[in-house]
Every structure is written in structure tokens, then in C-alpha cells.
């Protein structure tokens, strides 16, 4: 079965960075993308950015461009999200979600969540 | 940047009733907006994709409508599991979006 399971909960100073992994199993790593997205504290959605899982082709939220790699590890089925110069409002949940393709992206299996917690 | 607007933003509904939820995009996406479902606690889960299609393991008592601009998800009998915060994104564009959420809750 198809499973994302993401790195343990993160506390950070503000000004660090925070790299945060999700590995992937139960499905061909390369033949779907990893969607990034962040929810904060009693908040909506928010979209941060796309990873081919084929060719690390990337898309990136306008908002958050400059500050936030994601890359992969196609050798472990794993991919990653760093963030740099981290803000108090960067304290979210980050999920990842396999991205699938067919003229539409969506999400169709998400990782458990990791809470990062921005704060001095 | 596509915005996708969410109404209403709380529905309050008694098991059995049906639920309409309204997702209006800012420009034409197609068919391709998704919806999912997220519980308290919990990552969200995809429910719909490309506007009316079901995903694997979701009731039949869910579905989507709609193209261009105007979307719907129907649940036409609630369940006790149904009350949650539902979301559509739209996959047509970059910058990928969410729309702001619908609270379905109990009356």
C-alpha cells in the first residue's frame, strides 16, 4: 500500500533552517511527483511548491520562492523540503502528498505531518 | 494566481441531511479541481478529482459537479464521519491553490 511517512516534529530558532523528509513506499517513486504543502495553526491549506519524482523538475509558491529546495533522493524513494531564514510565521504542519499528473495535479496520498515550531 | 472562494464557510447540518458545498474559481480551471477532506488532527484526504470522479475508497455518497468557474461537492446523506473541513484545489495552473475551507458541523 501506498505510504508517505514524514521526519519527526522540529523546533527552530528564528533565522535557522529546517529540512524536513518523506519517504515514500508501496509505488514507483519516479512515476509521480511530491507535493509540499503547510497548514498553519487553525488555518486553511497552503499550496508551497511541486518535485517530479522522474526528473526533480520543480514548481514553487510565489510567496515562498528564495527560501524554500525541495529535492529527492530517487535511491531511497525520498524527498525533502528545506526551509531557510525561518519566521515565527513559518510554525505550520508541513505534509507531503504524491502528486499525480493527468493534465490536473492533485494529491492523492499524504504523509502524517510534521509540525515545525518556529520560536526563540 | 487562481483564487478559489469557498461557501459557505460553515454549514450546519444534522446527520441524514444533504450537504452542498460551493467552490468558485477566479478564472476557468477546466475540470480540474480536486476536493479533500480533512478531519481534526488528521492530514487531509482526497475525495474528488478532475471535478466529479471519485477516488479509490470513497463512498458513493460524495460527489462533485461542475467546469469552468463553478464547482460543487454533494454529500447526499451525512454520515457521523462526515463532519470535517472540506477543501478544493484547482491542478490547471501554477501557483497550484486551495480554496479557504468549508466547516461542516453538527446542528
Known amino acids: 500500500q501506498v505510504q508517505l511517512v514524514q521526519s519527526g516534529a522540529e523546533v527552530k530558532k528564528p533565522g535557522a533552517s529546517v529540512k524536513v523528509s518523506c519517504k515514500a513506499s508501496g509505488y514507483t517513486f519516479t512515476g509521480y511527483g511530491i507535493g509540499w504543502v503547510r497548514q498553519a495553526p487553525g488555518q486553511g491549506l497552503e499550496w508551497m511548491g511541486w518535485i517530479s519524482g522522474y526528473n526533480g523538475n520543480t514548481n514553487y509558491a510565489q510567496t515562498l520562492q528564495g527560501r524554500v529546495t525541495l529535492t529527492t533522493d530517487t535511491s531511497t524513494s525520498t524527498a525533502y523540503m528545506e526551509v531557510r531564514s525561518l519566521r515565527s510565521d513559518d510554525t505550520a504542519m508541513y505534509y507531503c502528498a504524491r502528486g499525480r499528473y493527468n493534465g490536473n495535479y492533485y494529491f492523492d496520498y499524504w504523509g502524517q505531518g510534521t509540525l515545525v515550531t518556529v520560536s526563540s | ?107
Request: glycine fraction near 10%; charge should be neutral.
Open chain 2, 1 to 107: 494566481e487562481i483564487v478559489l472562494t469557498q461557501s459557505p464557510a460553515t454549514l450546519s447540518l444534522s446527520p441524514g441531511e444533504r450537504a452542498t458545498l460551493s467552490c468558485r474559481a477566479s478564472q476557468s480551471v477546466s475540470s480540474y479541481l480536486a476536493w479533500y477532506q480533512q478531519k481534526h488532527g488528521q492530514a487531509p484526504r482526497l475525495l474528488i478529482y478532475d471535478a466529479s470522479n471519485r477516488a479509490t475508497g470513497i463512498p458513493a455518497r460524495f460527489s462533485g459537479s461542475g467546469s469552468g468557474t463553478d464547482f460543487t461537492l454533494t454529500i447526499s446523506s451525512l454520515e457521523p464521519e462526515d463532519f470535517a473541513v472540506y477543501y478544493c484545489q484547482q491542478g490547471d495552473n501554477w501557483p497550484l491553490t486551495f480554496g479557504g475551507g468549508t466547516k461542516v458541523e453538527i446542528k
